[in-house]
């Protein structure tokens, strides 16, 4: 277990929800899809779970100790946070970004050795924009922005990855691509946790889900006990229909056509 979630309770001043989670386990060699509507409490979830927003109730253990109380410099060895949004002050380099993942290793000098360089290339590599390293931030499209700051997080080389949406802006191929990286990470000991949106490539590719609604754990577990007829009626109402991917016999969905002459 190298990440747990007890008791989680917070509210925002301005909210009329309130994120209630009584258990998360996050462990090595699984992946961990967060999935649930807009609202849910997905990515206030993750920032809590990263040690950057404080529940007002509950603790976050890491290794077994508080989160809370681990340096973060430290605490960034262990554990990598992609956020949604994304912003920088300076236009970088994409391998200058992909080296700010490797502060937590630097010496006092702020150098770079030799094992910190081949983790920023080998994260250039695995987030396929070796080929654009060179390219500033600015040169960027969303999607490829979006890989260049994973290709920081991965740098870290943590032994916990938290991802929010990390697939957004991306073109189906680099979806299916960035997901099966985080499934092969998964399965050769890191701990990855995932909020997505898209539901069919977190059933596809996920160990276990966790289903937020309003706040609250409306399901968790493998995807095919999760994604059922009742618990997506609950949550999205009547807007989707169930399928079976024909490769691995897992669920998918589809949407339905509102408003046409076949309802």
Not at 60 to 89: C, F, M, T
Not at 180 to 205: C, E, M, P, W
Not at 232 to 258: C, K, Q, S, W, Y
Request: contains cysteine; glycine residues 8%.
């Amino acid at each position: 277990m190298i990440l747990e979630l007890q008791a989680i309770r917070h509210r925002f001043s301005n909210a009329d929800w309130q994120l209630s989670l009584d258990r998360l386990v996050l462990n090595s060699g699984e992946l961990l899809g967060i999935i649930g509507p807009n609202g849910a409490g997905k990515s206030t979830l993750l920032r809590i779970a990263a040690g950057l927003l404080t529940p007002k109730r509950g603790l976050v253990r890491l290794e077994g100790h508080d989160l809370s109380r681990i340096p973060r410099k430290n605490a960034a060895r262990i554990l990598g946070y992609l956020p949604q949004d994304l912003s920088w002050e300076y236009d970088l380099t994409v391998e200058a970004l992909a080296g700010m993942g490797r502060y937590p290793y630097l010496n006092l000098l702020g150098t770079m050795s030799l094992s910190d360089l081949a983790a920023v290339q080998r994260s250039l590599r695995l987030s396929g924009m070796e080929d654009l390293k060179t390219r500033r931030l600015s040169q960027l499209s969303g999607g490829e922005k979006k890989r260049a700051f994973l290709a920081s997080v991965l740098a870290q080389a943590p032994r916990a990855l938290l991802l929010d949406e990390p697939t957004g802006a991306l073109d189906l191929h680099h979806q299916v691509q960035i997901f099966s990286l985080l499934k092969k990470l998964a399965h050769t000991g890191s701990a990855v946790a995932v909020v997505t949106h898209d539901i069919n490539l977190a059933s596809l590719y996920s160990d276990k889900l966790l289903f937020l609604h309003g706040g609250k754990c409306l399901a968790w577990g493998e995807p095919r006990d999760v994604l059922v007829e009742e618990i997506l009626h609950a949550a999205f109402g009547g807007v989707v229909l169930m399928n079976r991917h024909p490769e691995i016999d897992r669920p998918t969905l589809l949407p339905r056509i509102l408003g046409s002459n076949n309802e």
